[in-house]
Nanobody, 116 residues
């Protein structure tokens, strides 16, 4: 079955950096676009970034453009989110996502807290 396991979250000061990882299994990773979403306290889950399956084309939410970079390693079945210049408003639980057979799958999430 599809499994997504996020890691790499933590507490970081404003202006700092974190790198999130999402290890995927249960499907042919290289054939699917992968995305990151986040849910801040008291808010709806929002899309952050997507990377395509083969060309590696990336798209970002305006709120993270220029600061976050999504990448993938198809040999390791892993997608990454490099987050730089972090702001307190980036505080959220970050989730890895795939649409597989028409259904969305999510990992358990990893907490990112940006605070002095």
């Amino acid at each position: 079955q599809v499994q997504l396991v996020e890691s790499g979250g933590g507490l970081v000061q404003p202006g700092g950096s974190l790198r999130l990882s999402c290890a995927a299994s249960g499907f042919t990773f290289s054939r699917y676009s992968m995305s990151w979403y986040r849910r801040a306290p008291g808010k709806e889950r929002e899309w952050v970034a997507t990377i395509s399956a083969t060309s590696g084309t990336t798209n970002y939410a305006d709120s993270v453009k220029g600061r976050f970079t999504i990448s993938r390693d198809n040999a390791e079945n892993t997608v990454y989110l490099q987050m730089n210049s972090l702001k307190p408003e980036d505080t959220a639980v970050y989730y890895c996502n795939i649409f597989y057979s028409g259904l969305p799958y999510w990992g358990q999430g990893t907490q990112v807290t940006v605070s002095p």
